[in-house]
């Protein structure tokens, strides 16, 4: 069955860096696009960042352009985020999840497969 297990979370203190890593398995990675979301307490989730099939087209939130980063090694079923310059309103949780569509979308309805999302605490 599909897998996807987010990795790399943690308490992080403000402007400081992290890297979460979203692992796949039991599909063929690079038919999918694949994207990050979060989910502040008390908020719906959000789009942060979605990459195409190849790597080829990224699209990022507004609030974390310039500061994120999304990345892919189809060679080794993985996909990436690095966040720098965090802020405290970055804390969420995070999830990585997959668009057939193989674009990226910017829509949660478009993703099919998600993770158990992984915590991302900024303080202040």
Same mark, same amino acid.
């Given at each position: 069955q599909v !897998?996807? $297990?987010e990795s790399?979370?943690?308490l992080v203190q403000a402007g400081g860096s992290l890297r979460l890593s979203c692992a796949a398995s039991g599909l063929t990675f690079s038919n999918y696009a694949m994207g990050w979301f979060r989910q502040a307490p008390g908020k719906e989730r959000e789009f $942060? @960042? +979605? *990459?195409s099939w190849s790597g080829g087209r990224t699209g =990022? +939130? #507004?609030s974390v352009k310039g500061r994120f980063t999304i990345s892919r090694n189809n060679a080794k079923? %993985?996909?990436y985020l690095q966040m720098n310059s965090l802020k405290p309103e970055d804390t969420a949780v995070y999830y990585c999840a %997959? #668009?057939?569509?193989r674009l990226g979308s910017h829509y949660q309805a478009? =993703? %099919?497969y998600w993770? !158990?999302? *992984? !915590? $991302? @605490? $900024?303080?202040s």
């Open positions: !897998q996807l $297990v790399g979370g943690g $942060v @960042t +979605a *990459i =990022y +939130a #507004d079923n %993985t996909l %997959t #668009d057939p569509s478009s =993703y %099919t993770g !158990q999302g *992984i !915590q $991302v @605490t $900024v303080s």
